[in-house]
């Protein structure tokens, strides 16, 4: 089956910190690859996406590459803010009807 | 405009009640979702519908049943609380079903007493 493992946090970091957080996958199929992100008390919201292999998703200075060699999906950044702390969820989807498969999250907590 | 709603927000109730949760989308999109999320922010999708239909359904306690009246609206009633019902619910909804975006809900905080 299809499958998103991510790294378990929690993530502290300091402000203007670079973040690495990252996502492999396993799928049957060419999947399309998420980055969700979940602020306090908010619903999840699209982050960035990718639909092919070598495609780089970015948005709000995030940015992460699909690499379909090593099946990975690793989300960077290179200077957080404290705006950022949040829980980041890495998602795959393979198509059609199919369910969206999600990892456990990743929380992110930045520091003045 | 709330691109995806759910009512309420809130909802405390006693074990062995029956409630339900209401969502809401105006984005126009076919296919919509239910999501309980536990607390160690663990998402897992209850059921999905297209069109009014149902196309997935996972391993959910029959005491949960989704009704999707038009393709706008998908409800989630609860019979018979339990402890363990206690998360937030999300519903979502997207496109076509088709490797889209989710557009998610704020989330209902359901806790049971």
């Known amino acids: 089956g299809n499958s998103v493992t991510q790294m378990e946090g929690p993530v502290t970091l300091s402000e203007e910190a670079f973040l690495t957080i990252n996502c492999t996958y396993t799928a049957t199929g060419y999947p399309s690859l998420f980055w969700y992100v979940q602020y306090p008390g908010e619903g999840l919201q699209l982050l960035l996406k990718?639909?092919?292999?070598?495609d780089k998703g970015s948005n709000k200075g995030f940015e992460a590459t699909y690499r379909k060699e090593t099946t990975s999906f690793h989300l960077e950044k290179g200077s957080v803010q404290v705006s950022d702390s949040a829980v980041y969820f890495c998602a795959l989807h393979i198509g059609g009807y199919q369910k969206v498969t999600f990892g456990i999250g990743t929380k992110l907590q930045v520091i003045p | 405009d709330t691109a995806v709603s759910q009512t309420p927000k809130y909802l405390v109730t006693q074990m062995g009640n029956d409630k339900s949760i209401k969502c809401e989308q105006n984005l126009g999109h076919d296919t919509m979702y239910w999501y309980k999320q536990d607390s160690k922010k663990f998402l897992k999708i209850m059921f999905s519908?297209?069109?009014?239909?149902?196309?997935i359904n996972e391993t959910v306690p029959n005491r949960f049943s989704p009704k999707s009246p038009d393709k706008a609206h998908l409800n989630l009633h609860i019979n018979s609380l339990e402890l363990g019902d206690s998360a937030v619910y999300f519903c979502a909804s997207s496109p076509s079903g088709i490797a889209d975006t989710q557009y998610f809900g704020p989330g209902t905080r359901l806790t049971v007493l």
């Open positions: 519908y297209n069109n009014k239909e149902l196309i």
């Open positions: 990718a639909t092919k292999a070598d």
